[in-house]
């Protein structure tokens, strides 16, 4: 079974997405902020991270430049799933290695469909 | 919503697109009923089949057959299948064209994403002879609402999330200060799109050597069925294909229409094939 980390600093977001992640078949894991979900990284890397943006202590972009410079941080999928809607964010994101895009609010549709399409499901 | 009044819509809905309503699903048709219900200030579904029976207007008929037929739809709905469209059967029918054009129909597109999706596969196709190639894409829905929404090419946050990745997004899609998205002019002007009912001969259309008509057919009655299959074999060329959704099957409905040997999920002429695997 797949791993995803769903790295989010509000609970009710993780608990949404847990759901819907789940019920894709995969195993969940959750973090509050950029930091802490590097040092799940470390200890376990994971198939997939459904990752936000705005975060206390270290943001998702910063995350996402450190995973992908860390040993084996260019395998996990990592899905941006943020409030930022503007095209230059956008870019940012792909930029700094996020492989898709979610703006907020998302249902259980929309990760499916995402997930789909990077052939996670 | 008394007996009478489902019998009423159920059989206004089947006159009108065909559409085989469920006695099982009430729920779908006070739903998708509940907008022009509440514009025309009806108390309940059976006030508005009393407004229908003591002043008919065909008019606001078809407006009600129309808003009752599912509406969903999403960005590269079937992208396998997509593939072999852009990949194998048009590149194949433009090598057997001798004019290097092509009609495409997308019939019962809704709010156009299907034919979109088509379109934004053709542009980014790179040292394929369908770059070359003139081809036109026609997209029809029985709804004017659809089309109209199809026509301005602008899509929600939801909707503009399924189906699409976020590249072809920033790519095609531009984002409004409303936070809607708008396709791209060279998109939306790549598409032609015209309110249409299956139910009536598609003349003045044409004929197509390719037809798209995915998810309509398993919402109709058989014998609508039967009629709707009818007038898309009509607008098929000779040597054309009809791609119906992965699941659906045309057995039963059309005597001159089998399954392709070559291209899976088409449908082509019955003497075509014969006069193909003769040669």
């Known amino acids: ?121 | 919503m008394q007996d009478t009044t489902f019998q009423q819509i159920a059989a206004l809905a089947h006159h009108h697109s065909g559409q085989d309503l469920s006695p099982a699903k009430p729920y779908l048709i006070e739903a998708r009923l509940a907008a022009i219900s509440r514009r025309e200030s009806f108390a309940s579904l059976d006030d508005l089949a009393h407004c229908l029976t003591s002043r008919p207007n065909k008019r606001f008929e078809a407006e009600i057959a129309s808003a009752l037929t599912p509406k969903q739809t999403q960005f590269f709905a079937d992208r396998d299948q997509l593939e072999r469209i852009v990949t194998h059967a048009l590149p194949e029918m433009l090598k057997a064209s001798n004019t290097g054009r092509l009609r495409v129909w997308c019939a019962g597109v809704s709010t156009g994403q299907e034919a979109y999706s088509l379109a934004m596969r053709l542009s980014e196709l790179e040292g394929s002879p369908l770059c070359q190639a003139d081809i036109e894409l026609v997209a029809t829905d029985l709804s004017a609402k659809s089309v109209a929404e199809a026509q301005a090419g602008l899509y929600s946050h939801f909707e503009i999330q399924k189906g699409l990745s976020v590249h072809r997004m920033l790519a095609n899609f531009e984002r409004q200060v409303s936070g809607d998205w708008l396709i791209c002019e060279s998109l939306r002007s790549r598409v032609t799109f015209r309110q249409h009912n299956l139910l009536t001969p598609p003349g003045p259309l044409g004929q197509f050597d390719l037809i798209i008509c995915r998810n309509v057919l398993p919402t109709m009655a058989r014998d609508k069925q039967i009629e709707a299959v009818a007038h898309l074999n009509a607008q098929l060329s000779p040597k054309g294909q009809l791609f119906v959704a992965t699941g659906e099957s045309l057995t039963g409905l059309s005597e001159d229409l089998e399954p392709s040997r070559s291209v899976r999920g088409a449908w082509c002429h019955s003497q075509t094939l014969k006069e193909t695997a003769a040669a």
């Open chain 1, 1 to 121: 079974m797949k791993h995803c980390l769903i790295v989010d600093d509000s609970r009710v977001v993780r608990t949404v997405a847990g759901r819907i992640v789940k019920d894709l078949g995969f195993t969940v894991s959750e973090a509050g902020d950029g930091a802490s979900a590097l040092q799940r990284c470390q200890a376990q890397m994971p198939d997939v991270i459904l990752l936000d943006w705005n975060m206390p202590i270290m943001n998702g972009i910063d995350f996402l430049t450190s995973l992908r410079r860390s040993d084996g941080g260019k395998a996990p999928v990592v899905v941006l799933c943020t409030n930022e809607k503007d095209p230059d964010h956008i870019g940012e994101a792909l930029r700094a290695g996020a492989d898709e895009y979610i703006m907020k609010p998302f249902d259980a549709d929309i990760v499916r469909s995402k997930f789909d399409q990077l052939g996670l499901v």
